[in-house]
């Protein structure tokens, strides 16, 4: 036996102190207030045209972008939202007693030989959607298809590591890793995108590149159509392995672009929940008694990105001036709604093993002091008023609020910031291209510290937008990610951050709080803080 | 008359193709790179080269244009690369009758409501019926569509309950369902153009009220409503109808806002997601599909002409 558990330290790294670090954000009000008045009236109105009548089918408001559901193909948030009501993962991410954790989901259970092989056993009897079977050879088809297949998913890198995948009976495959990989349960099943979700070898040899329209997996519910622009509707599976689950019968994510619509939507009763509510609509639909908002801070950190590229952002003094200069009780306020809290280094809330709670007090990060603010400005190499171009869009989830609130506070330090607003999709190509002065963004939905900070700042990244560069946090994070550790990976990344903060491409911002809303009948959803809309415990009441 | 059908046919044809070829070299204008957009935030050069091969961007403009343009006007216009769906179906048999419902339902309402209110207005002129059509008009034409959607969301959806605020039942599926979801969707787009209806009616009515042969009817002692209804209300029908068909270009631009507004899956909401997509193809397609209707509008009404105006009968 090895003496050091490895899956534990992997599997626990969460588990923690979170429920006392962040307290019940979760806001609680009005139940068993039914339906307001006119809620009912209308329903019993609508019933007919409006809503097929049995009651096991929510409809649930998707607000934001549904790409693909491919879950080795997809890029976003909104469409795992969906894809995990339809397929399993090796591991599942659960959230239990305030901790974030990844448990086996298909896998019955998961061991380490060694800290580089991964033996996972397999549920018996699943199957797929289209009744084929799910065992190894499924499993091992899905990894191969994120690792090396054609056309390439966006997810590949997080498989690199992976050297061999041995079948050692139908229902156990063995996972070498050519090094330790303390990533390992994220990258399965962590950020945008599934690396880890088995799908139907059949139904991917039978639709190619149209499985995304067509995904057959082993989840809670199957897929039965898509129409563009209007709705996604799925039905309950009643082979689901898990005993009695689902409770639904049906569920609908109706395709809504216009926040406020869904709002009354919800409010009318025509349907039963929302995906995601902008911070704008946050404190209107918490007045609503007939509607529960769930949401508490989860791993993400905005920021204002300054371009280490060119003048005047190369200068140093200047950007922690500006690092320095931004009143974070200020933005938080006003572009934030007072929704979020302050991020004094990237670390988020969520990654319980290696977030401080008591950070603000630590002397680690950054905040505002304008005095220090105003030291570093007058050892800027340009003392004189300086003017720099902040590049924003109507994107994320505020907006331009975050530009507008900034610029003010750039004035103060002898910056004077031109605001200009671009199209989304040219701030994209802009970003990407280091074509700016000042910019804001958000990471989101991270639950380690790896994907938190190596890849955004890594020397030469393709994310690393404000293009930074420092070999010596480049050496931290990647020992860390051989490091099985918690205490010492911990470690390294404060070393990390540390360099990141001091150096400052970024001044950090917030930390967000990500809502949901259901109806009061809704009952038995689980929240887990990470972006997720899982349905399988739901039942509408 | 079949010769000059024709030749406005020709010419139909023949702006179709600078519609085709200004609305492609736009968009390949437009800074913001597909690939990246399509790609999210997490991915690799690997997966963004790929990609870019699958999508035939790597060609040159010129080539990809010819290509387009061969395949579409033998009706096959791709595959959407995002959604993976044949572009065909997804804007011509999924989105199109949505948007033709709303507009219709929108005109139509304009018009049922509009006529009566300018005749009303112009035969009661300079009276309370009259400044009360007016002020209906100018607040009809005030009101911008995505904020008087929203506003009739908030107090016939939210706070009544009356009417569904989302989606799209189609009326020859369920016929009492599709009008009942079709009512705040087809008012908030046709004010403006009642609006407008109410103003044309009654400034060509007024006009028409004192020509000499309305005096005559009179005097030979036509009934009231005849004189209007028959006599005065044929006037109004040439300038209405020229109006509505150069106005159509309003009507589909409303219904951009108006879909996204109630949620319909109509062409509106195709065209505006595959631009912030950068998904040529669809956003080519939607282009092309409203441009043909707005053409193709303007040459019936052109060649209705003749029917509602005997005078213009060639001879």
């Given amino acids: 036996m090895n003496d050091i558990d490895h899956k534990k330290i992997l599997a626990d790294r969460f588990a923690s102190r979170l429920a006392a670090s962040l307290g019940r954000r979760t806001v609680l009000k009005g139940i068993g207030a039914g339906m307001i008045a006119a809620g009912s009236v209308s329903q019993g109105f609508l019933s007919q045209p409006a809503r097929a009548a049995d009651g096991g089918h929510i409809r649930i408001a998707a607000l934001k972008h549904i790409d693909t559901l491919d879950p080795h193909f997809t890029g976003f948030l909104a469409s795992i939202q969906v894809i995990n009501n339809i397929h399993n993962g090796l591991l599942k991410i659960t959230y239990k007693d305030g901790a974030v954790k990844f448990e086996p989901d298909l896998a019955e259970s998961w061991d380490l030989e060694d800290d580089k092989t991964h033996v996972f056993k397999l549920r018996d009897g699943v199957k797929f959607h289209d009744g084929t079977v799910c065992d190894a050879e499924a499993v091992k088809f899905s990894l191969l298809r994120v690792k090396e297949g054609e056309p390439k998913s966006p997810h590949a890198w997080k498989l690199a590591l992976l050297e061999t995948i041995e079948i050692l009976d139908p229902l156990t495959i063995k996972l070498t890793f ?14 945008t995108g599934r690396a880890g979700t088995v799908v139907s070898p059949a139904a991917v040899q039978k639709h190619g590149k149209d499985y995304g329209r067509n995904p057959v997996g082993t989840g809670p519910f199957k897929f039965v159509s898509w129409r563009e622009n209007d709705s996604i509707e799925l039905e309950k ?55 529960k908002l769930y949401g508490e801070i989860e791993g993400n950190y905005t920021y204002v990105g300054m371009n280490t590229r060119r003048a005047p952002f190369d200068d140093i003094n200047l950007r922690l001036a500006v690092a320095w200069g931004l009143d974070r009780e200020t933005l938080l306020k006003q572009a934030y709604f007072g929704r979020a809290i302050q991020s004094y280094t990237p670390i988020s809330p969520p990654m319980s093993d290696f977030y401080d709670p ?81 910019f804001d963004f958000e990471w989101v939905a991270d639950l380690d510290p790896d994907e938190t900070l190596y890849p955004e700042f890594k020397s030469g990244g393709p994310w690393n937008f404000p293009g930074w560069s420092n070999a010596d946090f480049d050496k931290y994070c990647e020992e860390a990610q051989v490091v099985l550790d918690p205490a010492k990976r911990r470690e390294l990344y404060y070393k990390a951050e540390d360099i990141l903060m001091a150096e400052a491409p970024i001044a950090m911002m917030a930390h967000m709080p990500i809502y949901k809303v259901f109806s009061t009948k809704v009952q038995g959803f689980q929240y887990i803080p990470a972006d997720l809309i899982n349905l399988h415990t739901v039942s509408l009441a | 008359m079949f010769l000059l059908a024709c030749r406005k046919v020709f010419q139909t044809i023949f702006v179709l193709l600078i519609v085709s070829v200004a609305s492609f070299s736009l968009l390949k204008l437009a800074p913001g790179d597909p690939v990246e957009i399509m790609l999210g935030n997490e991915y690799s050069a690997e997966a963004h080269a790929s990609l870019v091969a699958e999508l035939g961007l790597d060609r040159p403009l010129a080539e990809q244009y010819l290509t387009w343009l061969g395949h579409f006007v033998t009706g096959d216009w791709g595959t959407s690369f995002i959604a993976r769906a044949d572009i065909f179906t997804y804007a011509v048999v999924e989105a199109l009758p949505v948007t033709l419902t709303l507009a219709a339902s929108a005109l139509g309402l304009a018009i049922v409501v509009g006529v009566p209110l300018g005749v009303l207005s112009a035969v009661r002129k300079d009276t309370v019926w009259d400044a009360g059509a007016a002020v209906f008009a100018l607040t009809g034409t005030a009101f911008p569509s995505f904020f008087l959607g929203i506003l009739l969301i908030w107090i016939f959806g939210a706070k009544l309950g009356l009417f569904p605020v989302m989606g799209f039942v189609p009326p020859w599926e369920d016929f009492w369902g599709g009008v009942y979801h079709m009512i705040l969707p087809a008012f908030t787009l046709s004010t403006y153009f009642m609006a407008m209806i109410v103003r044309l009616t009654r400034a060509t009515l007024v006009e028409v009220l004192e020509q000499p042969y309305i005096a005559a009817a009179r005097a030979r002692g036509e009934p009231g409503w005849r004189v209007i209804w028959i006599h005065g209300l044929r006037n109004v029908a040439m300038p209405l109808v020229t109006i509505l068909g150069l106005q159509l270009g309003a009507l589909l631009q409303g219904a951009v806002l108006t879909e996204t507004v109630f949620s319909l899956p109509g062409t509106g909401q195709m065209i505006t997601s595959a631009v912030l997509g950068r998904e040529y193809g669809v956003v080519q397609a939607g282009v092309m599909m409203t441009a043909t209707l707005f053409v193709v509008v303007n040459l019936i009404v052109d060649l209705a002409y003749p029917f509602l105006d005997p005078r213009l009968k060639p001879t």
Avoid: H
């Fill in chain 1, 178 to 191: 050519s090094k330790p990989y303390a990533f390992l349960p994220v990258a399965l099943n962590g950020s």
């Fill in chain 1, 358 to 438: 008591n950070i603000a007090t630590s002397g680690r990060g950054q905040w505002f002091d304008p005095d220090k603010a105003q030291a570093f400005r007058a050892k800027a190499t340009n003392q004189n008023e300086i003017e720099v171009t902040y590049m924003m869009a109507e994107r994320g989830p505020v907006g331009t609020r975050i530009a507008q609130t900034v610029a003010p506070m750039l004035a103060k330090i002898g910056i004077k910031a031109k605001l200009e607003l671009v199209e989304p999709a040219t701030w994209v190509q802009r970003r990407n291209g280091g074509d700016f002065d000042l």
């Fill in chain 1, 237 to 291: 599976n009643p082979d689901y392995f898990e005993d009695g689950l689902p409770l639904l019968d049906k569920v609908s994510f109706i395709m809504m672009k216009e926040p406020s619509s869904a709002v009354a939507a919800l409010m009318a009763g025509q349907i039963d929940g929302m995906t995601d509510c902008p911070m704008q609509l946050v404190s209107q639909v918490d007045a609503f008694p007939g509607a």
